[in-house]
């Protein structure tokens, strides 16, 4: 898939589920489950035991799905992503070796950032996303909405303190997309398989994120 339908697809879909699990089967299971609940994108994070090991077996057996790599902190990592099959970068803080290798290799990526000078000096570096982490931490929404009114132009995504209770609003104060983990796949239904559990919580967050599109389409 290409970079430009990469990031199309993001922006439509507007959740980037972070998957950090204790083995490689784990994380697995909790993409594909995600998936199955209409989430078509995983972050696989390298914390994830065997992480590239699983990008590879995602992105050759899960077609259509977008498979990216999480807590990339340096180019020979990122590198490895690439050749395992990611097709997009991400790390929690800003890390310019990073994006500059994303953008060179033309790869989408979504660096973390908190500060407004960090959002730009990330976006003027070649970023495609800037992923605000960790974002309930510095004021949740109303931080996205003072972010979003000097830089309009730039696609934010919240990250860290979303939940249920949050998604919308988070939404409706300008995050293109949702970075979310624990509160979409809990670590406790992961190793007991609970499938439907995880099914249902990818349908609630899909239809909060519907929601506030459409409540903001109106205003």
């Not at 697995?28 to 696989?44: H, Q």
């Not at 992480?51 to 057996?61: F, G, K, Q």
């Not at 099959?85 to 994006?99: N, Q, Y």
Request: hydrophobic letters at 45%; aromatic letters at 4%; proline letters at 5%.
């Amino acid at each position: 898939m290409k970079k430009d339908e990469v990031r199309a697809r993001i922006e439509e879909v507007g959740i980037i589920p972070a998957i950090r699990a204790s083995s490689a089967e784990d994380a697995c299971f909790a993409a594909e489950s995600v998936n199955r609940g209409g989430i078509p994108i995983a972050e696989i994070t390298m914390t994830v035991p065997q992480a590239m090991e699983v990008i590879a077996d995602l992105t050759r057996r899960v077609p259509g799905m977008i498979v990216g790599a999480g807590t990339i902190l340096d180019r020979e990592t990122a590198q490895r992503a690439l050749d395992a099959g990611a097709t997009f970068l991400t790390s929690p803080g800003l890390v310019l070796e990073v994006v500059e290798f994303a953008a060179k290799n033309d790869v989408v990526v979504l660096p973390g950032a908190l500060t407004a000078t960090e959002v730009i000096t990330a976006w003027k570096a070649g970023a495609d996303f800037v992923k605000i982490f960790p974002c309930g931490q510095v004021g949740g929404e109303s931080y996205i909405r003072a972010l979003k009114a000097p830089l309009p132009q730039i696609p934010l995504i919240a990250s860290g303190g979303v939940n249920q209770q949050t998604a919308l609003n988070f939404v409706l104060a300008g995050a293109a997309a949702l970075g979310i983990g624990g509160e979409l796949i809990p670590r406790e239904d992961v190793p007991l398989r609970r499938k439907d559990r995880i099914l249902e919580l990818a349908r609630r967050f899909k239809k909060l994120v519907k929601e506030a599109r459409s409540h903001k389409s109106v205003q």
